[in-house]
């Protein structure tokens, strides 16, 4: 199972939640910063669990990773994800601490923490909302659990028991941008739908045909 194959309608309802998410998310962090900030979303698609560690670099990339549980009508998980070196910057910039070091323990202190935690909030809040406004169902995600690690020990984990009976993730590229951000930071935002709730989404998002 690689990519679902999506027609342009359906390829344009996700980026528009996609699009509606960013927004509000770019909104909410530029009112905490005091800083202009911009979220883009080059692509949202629906891979299996291959392509969504292969979008991350491979099992062995280091990276930060905010894990939500989803309760409601559709249950789930979901990964909020960054480099290292991507999440180190975004901080940086959030709270112009610029000696932080996220594989240096001695520099992650709980106002890191809480800041990487409350970005994840904001991001995975904007694209939840859109998503359920969209669809008319409701999600709500847990506080985040936060995990500095290689992408194979800390997604295998989550997602072994759901890929035996379901390979299905949704997939919101994500590019954020302010004037301090040089380049901009890319992130991922992986939706993996408990496999009882897919036909309830997917029917939702016109795409249950394709199950």
């Given at each position: 199972?690689?990519?679902?194959?999506?027609?342009?309608?359906?390829?344009?309802?996700?980026?528009?939640?996609?699009?509606?998410?960013?927004?509000?998310?770019?909104?909410?962090?530029?009112?905490?910063?005091?800083?202009?900030?911009?979220?883009?979303?080059?692509?949202?698609?629906?891979?299996?669990?291959?392509?969504?560690?292969?979008?991350?670099?491979?099992?062995?990339e280091l990276i930060v990773a905010l894990l939500f549980?989803i309760s409601g009508e559709v249950p789930g998980n979901?990964?909020?994800?960054?480099?290292?070196?991507?999440?180190?910057?975004?901080?940086?910039?959030?709270?112009?601490?610029?000696?932080?070091?996220?594989?240096?323990?001695?520099?992650?202190?709980?106002?890191?923490?809480?800041?990487?935690?409350?970005?994840?909030?904001?991001?995975?809040?904007?694209?939840?909302?859109?998503?359920?406004?969209?669809?008319?169902?409701?999600?709500?995600?847990?506080?985040?659990?936060?995990?500095?690690?290689?992408?194979?020990?800390?997604?295998?984990m989550g997602i072994i028991e759901i890929s035996q009976?379901?390979?299905?993730?949704?997939?919101?590229?994500?590019?954020?941008?302010?004037?301090?951000?040089?380049?901009?930071?890319?992130?991922?935002?992986?939706?993996?739908?408990?496999?009882?709730?897919?036909?309830?989404?997917?029917?939702?998002?016109?795409?249950?045909?394709?199950?």
């Amino acid at each position: 199972m690689e990519y679902i194959e999506l027609t342009g309608t359906q390829k344009d309802v996700l980026r528009e939640i996609g699009n509606i998410g960013a927004g509000n998310a770019a909104t909410s962090m530029a009112k905490l910063t005091n800083k202009k900030i911009n979220m883009q979303v080059p692509s949202v698609n629906i891979l299996d669990f291959d392509h969504m560690m292969e979008m991350i670099g491979g099992p062995e990339e280091l990276i930060v990773a905010l894990l939500f549980q989803i309760s409601g009508e559709v249950p789930g998980n979901v990964y909020f994800i960054l480099k290292v070196e991507e999440a180190e910057m975004l901080v940086k910039n959030f709270t112009n601490n610029h000696e932080l070091s996220l594989t240096d323990d001695n520099k992650v202190d709980e106002f890191t923490i809480s800041a990487l935690q409350e970005i994840g909030n904001i991001v995975t809040g904007s694209y939840l909302s859109a998503l359920s406004d969209f669809t008319n169902i409701n999600m709500q995600p847990s506080v985040p659990h936060l995990s500095i690690d290689m992408a194979g020990a800390i997604l295998t984990m989550g997602i072994i028991e759901i890929s035996q009976v379901s390979d299905y993730v949704i997939i919101i590229d994500t590019q954020i941008q302010s004037s301090d951000l040089e380049g901009g930071i890319h992130s991922n935002f992986f939706f993996v739908p408990d496999p009882e709730a897919l036909p309830t989404l997917f029917t939702a998002l016109g795409i249950s045909e394709q199950l």
